[in-house]
């Protein structure tokens, strides 16, 4: 429970930075789905598809794979940049685990778009009521968007170290040193402040 806690926690940067994240979210996670907002809009008002039509037919174009892949790439360069400019590195385990699982997010992504589009040629039909949203492609979107509001949250923690420092390896670090020299002085001491034997 408590690593889940550590894993989860900053999420909650977002708290002290509303404004920046309402405005990163606009621009970052809404704007980069202009393409599929507007395919939705046009389509239901030109040709009478409905919401669900329209996802399924942008689903089918492989559409949510190639958003994801790019938001995915992009949560890489901040995360990076934070790591080589940062001295001394803070949070680096959080910040490289959420790297490594961002580049096996984004392989993966590219290996089932390049499939999907190899393997599924079935033409889709607006007629029939029976379409379907690709299950791994609405995975891989909701997850990139995840990893992307994660990365926002990682890169602020810096600002917020008095807050989130628990999270930090070099605090976790600086405290064990502190609690092993505490231990070695105490092992040192033989008297208390009054001079009686210990």
């Keep these: ?18 404004l920046v994240f309402f405005l990163w979210f606009a621009f970052t996670i809404i704007s980069g789905q202009l393409g599929i907002i507007i ?25 949510f794979y190639t958003y994801s892949i790019a938001l995915l790439a992009s949560v890489l360069g901040p995360l990076f940049i934070n790591l080589i400019e940062t001295e001394p590195n803070k949070f680096k385990s959080i910040k490289i685990t959420t790297i490594t699982v961002s580049i096996f997010l984004l392989f993966f992504s590219g290996i089932f778009y390049s499939l999907s589009a190899t393997v599924n040629k079935i033409s889709f039909d607006i007629s029939q009521s029976n379409f379907k949203i690709d299950k791994p492609q609405l995975f891989f979107y909701l997850f990139a968007i995840i990893i992307a509001t994660y990365t926002f949250s ?44 210990l």
């Design 1 to 18: 429970m408590k690593i889940a806690k550590q894993i989860f926690q900053p999420f909650t940067v977002i708290s002290d930075y509303k």
């Design 39 to 63: 395919n939705t809009v046009v389509r239901y008002y030109t040709n009478d598809i409905t919401f669900f039509q329209s996802i399924a037919i942008d689903s089918s174009n492989g559409n």
């Design 154 to 197: 990682l890169v602020k923690l810096d600002l917020n170290y008095d807050k989130f420092k628990g999270l930090d390896d070099n605090y976790k670090q600086e405290d064990d040193e502190n609690v092993e020299s505490l231990i070695s002085k105490s092992k040192s001491v033989n008297t208390d402040n009054k001079g009686n034997k």
